[in-house]
Nanobody, 118 residues
Framework: QVQLVESGGGLVQAGGSLRLSCVISGRPFSSHVVGWFRQAPGKEREFVSSIRWGDTRAYYADSVKGRFTISKDRSKNTVYLQMDSLTPEDTAVYLC???????????WGQGTQVTVSS
């Protein structure tokens, strides 16, 4: 059974940076896409970023383009999300996921809380 475990969340001031990690047990297939969604209180889960396991194609929500960078280390079965220039609007639980579609995941981690203070 695939498990995804996130880490790296925390409290940061506006303008700061955080790096999230997600370790995936069970190597994803080259056809898989892995990445991140987020969910703020009272809001729907929204896409943040994803990357294809088999190549370098990456996808970003407009709200994070130019500020967030997704990457992966296939030798460690890990996907990362470098988040820079954080704003309070980025406050949410960040969930790692895996799927066959860049914007639709079928397996999820438990999430890691990111809080950005103003």
């Amino acid at each position: 059974q695939v498990q995804l475990v996130e880490s790296g969340g925390g409290l940061v001031q506006a303008g700061g940076s955080l790096r999230l990690s997600c370790v995936i047990s069970g190597r994803p297939f080259s056809s898989h896409v892995v990445g991140w969604f987020r969910q703020a209180p009272g809001k729907e889960r929204e896409f943040v970023s994803s990357i294809r396991w088999g190549d370098t194609r990456a996808y970003y929500a407009d709200s994070v383009k130019g500020r967030f960078t997704i990457s992966k280390d296939r030798s460690k079965n890990t996907v990362y999300l470098q988040m820079d220039s954080l704003t309070p609007e980025d406050t949410a639980v960040y969930l790692c996921g895996r799927g066959n579609n860049p914007w639709e995941f079928t397996v999820w981690g438990q999430g890691t809380q990111v809080t950005v203070s103003s």
